[in-house]
């Protein structure tokens, strides 16, 4: 397993969990984190294609370039390398825990549950909504980016 390293996994990986991945990053720099970060989704109907527009554009306010990101499926072998892996809604959860592998390590979580202020709520899925839903994942990411990083240091 890579030590203090972080999965992120929604269902497309177009939208939500790159800019999980693309806040943890940026948080864990500002403070000095050492940490391997990546995304993945659920299914793999948009593998290989790029970041969804609107999530480009809520990534670019926040100084962030997310045009090189490509999606991907989650692997089995994401269960061993990663040391956490968080779902960014329930179902994602839900589908991870049915595709885990009997040897998985990982620890496997929702991402708001890092937040105390919102255990058990989900990073809303903003793919069929407008772009205030892609800023409203942001600000969810991005809070839970600040607790991770203060956890994994504490
Ligand atoms: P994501 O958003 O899981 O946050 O990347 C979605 C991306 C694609 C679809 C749904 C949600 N889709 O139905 O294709």
Same mark, same amino acid.
């Given at each position: 397993m890579i030590q203090r390293s972080v999965l992120f996994v929604c269902l497309?990986?177009?939208?939500?969990s790159p800019l999980a991945e693309a806040a943890l990053r940026a948080e864990a720099v500002a403070q000095g984190l050492a940490l391997t970060i990546d995304s993945a989704g659920?299914?793999?109907?948009? @593998?290989g294609e790029g970041a969804d527009p609107r999530a480009i554009a809520e990534a670019k306010r926040h100084g962030? *370039?997310?045009?090189t990101h490509r999606a991907r499926a989650v692997s089995h072998d994401d269960f061993v390398h990663f040391g956490h892996i968080y779902a960014l809604d329930h179902k994602n959860l839900r589908d991870l825990r049915a595709m885990a592998p009997g040897r998985s390590s990982a620890k496997l979580?929702?991402?708001? *549950?890092?937040v105390p202020l919102r255990i058990g709520q989900a990073v809303i *899925?903003?793919?069929?909504? *407008? @772009?205030d839903g892609f800023a409203r994942a942001w600000d969810d990411v991005a809070i839970a980016a600040r607790h991770i990083v203060h956890r994994l240091m504490g």
């Open positions: 497309g990986n177009i939208c939500r659920t299914s793999g109907v948009h @593998a962030i *370039d997310l045009t979580g929702l991402l708001l *549950d890092t *899925d903003p793919y069929y909504g *407008d @772009a």
